[in-house]
């Protein structure tokens, strides 16, 4: 069935490193990937997505790299601060018109910024 | 610039009764979808739904649950007699199109079952 891997589950930083976070998905018809960022007591919150006909996104600290021939795709932050401290989710859907545009999740990294 | 809204944000439900949860979509948003978040878990699909239709349930529990999204108001998220692996938080997604669409999710409804 379909299943989306994340990795590592936990991963802690010193402020100003780079932190990268890595999915892999099953299933070959997925074509839309985006991560979302889940605080304490909230809800998930969209940070970047991209597209399957894009290899690579990029918005001021966040960037996302997709291997389709992998079925393989990452979230790289860099210069990161204590406020980047959350919950990371990555995701994978079908997305296409007419039908389910279900998002399967990814376990979870739980990201440590230390000051 | 409302966004997704949820309620309530916390219920607290003995073994055997009803839930009812509530998810407003952002304005001029016509999909719906509710996930479930376990304790310690991600994110697990139930059901999407449009205006008035069922799109897809494939991760709804066969007995209990049930979800409405009525051509006037909120979808409804009902949970009958509830049980304490009931307990969880419940969100709510909306999006603008089903084509590859961003979902945009709400603050969530932790449940909690005695």
């Known amino acids: 069935g379909e299943n989306v891997e994340q990795h590592p589950s936990t991963l802690s930083v010193q402020e100003g490193d780079s932190a990268v976070i890595k999915c892999t998905y099953s299933d070959s018809a997925s074509n839309y990937f985006p991560w979302y960022k889940q605080e304490l007591g909230k809800g998930p919150q969209l940070i970047i997505d991209?597209?399957?006909?894009?290899g690579e996104k990029k918005d001021q600290r966040i960037a996302v790299t997709l291997n389709k021939t992998a079925k393989h795709f990452s979230l790289h932050i860099t210069e990161t601060q204590p406020e980047d401290s959350a919950v990371y989710f990555c995701?994978?859907?079908?997305?296409?018109?007419?039908?389910?545009?279900?998002?399967?999740f990814g376990t979870g990294t739980l990201l440590a910024v230390q000051p | 610039n409302a966004g997704v809204m949820q309620n309530p944000r916390h219920l607290v439900r003995r073994r055997g009764q009803e839930a009812r949860l509530r998810c407003s979509p952002m304005?001029?948003?016509?999909?719906v979808y509710w996930y479930r978040q376990l304790p310690e878990e991600g994110l697990k699909f139930m059901v999407y739904?449009?205006?008035?239709?069922?799109?897809?349930e494939s991760g709804m529990p066969k007995e209990r649950f049930s979800a409405e999204f009525p051509k006037e108001g909120p979808s409804i998220l009902r949970i009958q007699q509830v049980v304490r692996g009931d307990s969880a938080a419940y969100f709510c997604a909306s999006s603008l199109t089903s084509f590859v669409d961003t979902q945009y999710f709400g603050p969530g409804t932790r449940l909690t079952v005695l």
């Open positions: 739904l449009q205006k008035e239709n069922i799109i897809d």
């Open positions: 991209i597209r399957s006909n894009v």
């Open positions: 304005k001029g948003h016509s999909h």
């Open positions: 995701a994978a859907s079908r997305g296409y018109g007419g039908a389910t545009n279900k998002l399967i």
